[in-house]
């Protein structure tokens, strides 16, 4: 079947003059009525698209999964464009959009998520695994409007670790700091964009310990400084 008024063509089931059953519905690009064209083959109910299908999109996107009123809805797989950060997506969508608990995106930069997502964003508790380039390893914790805030677990590459609070991607907040200098350096206390920042406790094993105010990186205001060791470095840092 034909629409003339738009080029879009059907080849399928009909039920009472609808599309319904199995077909496959090609739409062309329209870019008057700013829509993208696509080839849909899989099950309709009602004219729509419903149950199972897979959706190529003239932009490059293509859809494999589960529909719902014209959209993806359920479990399926999203492929991404060469112009999406992303390069592909497994887990449930609502909607049209990717919505639910348990979703895997992978993306160009060669970073990993899995965890919770809403209205096509990272929110809620999941697990973002960085591409080489970054000097984090993984983050394991809570995301809020697909940023990575509230609280969690940082792995650096160079050993760091840090648990605590954090917003968009930086420490901030209370936590705590595992140094990687061979030593076994620990910062316990509050941090302002990744500085160690208002009141905290540096203890250094071998050489000393420091508990008092910071200002961004420095020792600064009332502490109380001990040495652990005759010889201990009085460095501030950050």
């Given amino acids: 079947y034909l629409w003339k008024a738009t080029g879009a063509t059907y080849t399928g089931e009909w039920k009472k003059n609808v599309m319904h059953g199995n077909g496959t519905l090609k739409e062309p690009s329209n870019p008057q009525a700013a829509m993208n064209g696509f080839e849909y083959s899989g099950t309709f109910a009602k004219g729509c698209k419903a149950g199972r299908g897979r959706c190529r999109y003239d932009t490059g996107r293509s859809y494999d999964g589960e529909w719902a009123e014209d959209r993806p809805h359920g479990q399926g797989a999203l492929q991404g464009s060469t112009s ?18 348990g979703g895997r995106c992978e993306y160009t930069s060669g970073d990993s998520f899995v965890g919770d997502w809403i209205a096509d964003l990272r929110h809620g508790n999941g697990e973002l695994t960085f591409g080489p380039s970054s000097p984090e390893a993984s983050y394991r914790g809570t995301f809020e409007h697909d940023a990575i805030s509230g609280s969690g677990a940082i792995i650096y590459r160079s050993g760091e670790q840090y648990e605590g609070n954090v917003l968009n ?45 910071w200002y961004y990186g420095q020792w600064e205001g009332k502490g109380h400084f001990k040495a652990i060791s005759p010889q201990h470095p009085i460095a501030t840092t950050q």
Avoid: C, M, W
């Fill in 169 to 213: 991607g930086s420490k901030n907040g209370s936590g705590r700091q595992s140094v990687a200098d061979g030593a076994g350096t620990t910062y316990v206390g509050e941090f302002s964009n990744n500085n160690r920042h208002g009141h905290g406790e540096i203890t250094e094993p071998r050489g000393y310990s420091y508990a008092g105010g």
């Fill in 84 to 101: 999406d950060i992303f390069s592909n997506y497994t887990g449930p969508f609502a909607g049209g959009l990717r919505h639910g608990g």
